[in-house]
């Protein structure tokens, strides 16, 4: 009732949403599929297609954002727990509702660097889990999202578009800085500020036929001086600039 003439007033469509909940702890299992079906049967009816699943911020994993040989890793048991709430959310959403379900790897989380994120692709089958690609997390988490997008094109179902400061990425990972407190330093930059190459990725989407949804990210801190409207100005035009 509050959303939809919301989306007409100013002429917007709702193209998908997020699942932003604690997959690691087995004890909330319960609230997170009923926030996962919360969330589908509210894309379902404004016509949205995509549902992203990420692992929300552990205070064990913030400190070790970007430091993969040192971030706490789940036991067995743990991580199968883990793997069976992803798995039972990403069924619910494509099966009963037809969503397209993604994975995305976030810093802070235990879904965040690169041998994670494979060790759940291999385990889900494709056509229940999708990859949602962050340009500016992977980057953030050691490896590039280029090659990645590239070796892993036929899964990639949505990317968001992200850059990162390589000096406070430096700083922040040098600090065992958290992940909230990384963004108040400024860790995600306007596009084309930071080092992630998005000739490359316009370059590689185009080429390998991508014709699904970018959506520009820029998790920033609203106490700061910022203007996220100029900021998305700033952002659209960068994009523009690079051919997309």
Known sequence: EVLRPALHKYQLELIGGVVFQPFHDPAKAKIVMGQARRTAEALVEHGAQ??????????????FAGR??????????????????????????????????SIHSHAGGFMDFHEELLGLLGTIHEK??????????????????????????????????????????????????????????????????????FNALQELLIRRGYNGWLTVEQDCDPTLDVSP?????????????VGF
């Open 68 to 101: 993969p040989g040192q971030a706490k890793k789940m036991d067995q048991n743990t991580w199968q727990n883990f793997v069976q709430g992803i798995r039972d959310v990403a069924v619910m959403g494509s099966e009963e509702f037809g969503l397209t379900v």
């Open 50 to 63: 995509q549902m992203v699943l990420i692992d929300s911020i552990s205070e064990v994993r913030a400190p």
């Open 229 to 241: 409207l100029k900021d998305a100005a700033a952002n659209r035009d960068f994009l523009a600039s």
């Open 128 to 197: 229940y889990l999708k990859i949602c690609v962050d340009t500016g997390h992977q980057t953030y988490a050691g490896f590039d999202p280029i090659p990645f997008i590239d070796e892993y094109f036929d899964r990639v179902s949505y990317v968001h578009c992200k850059d990162i400061n390589p000096v406070i990425k430096a700083a922040v990972i040098e600090n065992q800085t958290g992940f909230y407190d990384a963004c108040g330093q400024g860790i995600f930059c306007n596009l084309g500020k930071g080092e992630v190459d």
